[in-house]
């Protein structure tokens, strides 16, 4: 394992070429930076695997080019999701009553969630984790806490609607 004092040199050494070459690929500042924080953590914690003697420049730059495309392949399915799970939302009529749904109503649509849901909707609104806190805790990508909490908060839409339409029975 590299000291800190190591990978601190790497950063300076390094941190520059890759914010160019993630600001290139990404078009964006914001993305860029957390494309380089996301690169030296992933270097951190695979530091052992890094080969002394070969190109450190070419081995970051590899990990920063594949995490990039890893986010566009993300952002594809979130937005072909996004569509998807519109379509169902639109499908199913608007009622008033939603915002003022009980504490009851809204704990048993919570429990009803898939456990990868229940536990994204408990950290993010329960616990008031930040997303990356969220994604540090249930070790997942910091993208897929907001395509979690997209899909969950869809599903209990669907649900707390379904149960103010039946009287709060839920659907067996």
Not at 95 to 121: F, G, M
Not at 131 to 155: D, F, K, N, S
Request: aromatic share 8%.
């Amino acid at each position: 394992m590299a000291s800190e004092a190591q990978f601190r040199e790497l950063f300076e050494l390094h941190g520059e070429y890759l914010h160019r070459l993630a600001l290139r690929l990404s078009g964006n500042a914001e993305i860029a930076k957390d494309l380089v924080q996301e690169t030296f953590c992933r270097a951190w914690l695979r530091f052992d695997m890094f080969q002394q003697g070969t190109n450190t420049r070419a081995w970051l730059a590899t990990i920063l080019t594949n995490h990039y495309y890893d986010l566009c392949k993300h952002d594809k399915v979130v937005k072909k999701a996004e569509g998807e799970l519109a379509a169902a939302l639109d499908a199913i009529e608007p009622d008033s009553t939603i915002e003022t749904v009980s504490d009851d109503y809204l704990h048993a649509a919570i429990e009803a969630l898939e456990p990868e849901h229940r536990e994204v909707i408990e950290l993010c609104y329960l616990k008031q984790r930040r997303y990356r806190e969220a994604a540090e805790t249930l070790c997942v990508p910091l993208g897929t806490i907001g395509t979690r909490l997209m899909r969950a908060r869809a599903r209990l839409k669907i649900s707390l609607i379904a149960m103010m339409r039946n009287g709060g029975r839920r659907k067996s």
